[in-house]
């Protein structure tokens, strides 16, 4: 139910935008906070931008001021913009409802590497 693209390869301090379509019933997306996850290799999977449809995005420490959420509910779409990218931004790259319901999707992979 969940579908991301727009990951790749991507040098240090370059540019990507994430998508994130959602299949489930758009009177629940619009009402649900949605977020990006990641896991990199050998690590847990983490929540790193959440969005709500009333009120401000929050993201987690290490992305704070490079990366920015958004969501467009007519599209039942959620987007992650990530600028000045690191090598340990690699990983890939699931969105969910935050906290998460539904299975996840087979996400995309961010490798950033010279």
């Known amino acids: 139910q969940l579908v991301e693209s727009g990951g790749g390869l991507v040098q240090p301090g370059g540019s990507l935008r994430l998508s994130c379509v959602a299949s489930?019933?758009?009177?629940?997306?619009?009402?649900?906070?949605m977020g990006w996850y990641r896991q990199a290799p050998g690590k847990q999977r983490e929540l790193v931008a959440t969005?709500?449809?009333?009120?401000?995005?929050t993201y987690v420490g290490s992305v704070e001021g490079r990366f920015t959420i958004s969501r467009d509910n007519a599209k039942n779409t959620v987007y992650l913009q990530m600028s000045g990218l690191k090598p340990e931004d690699t990983a890939v790259y699931y969105c969910?409802?935050?906290?998460?319901?539904?299975?996840w999707g087979q996400g995309t992979q961010v490798t950033v590497s010279s």
């Open positions: 969005i709500t449809s009333g009120s401000g995005p």
């Open positions: 489930f019933s758009s009177s629940i997306f619009r009402d649900v906070a």
């Open positions: 969910n409802t935050a906290p998460r319901v539904y299975s």
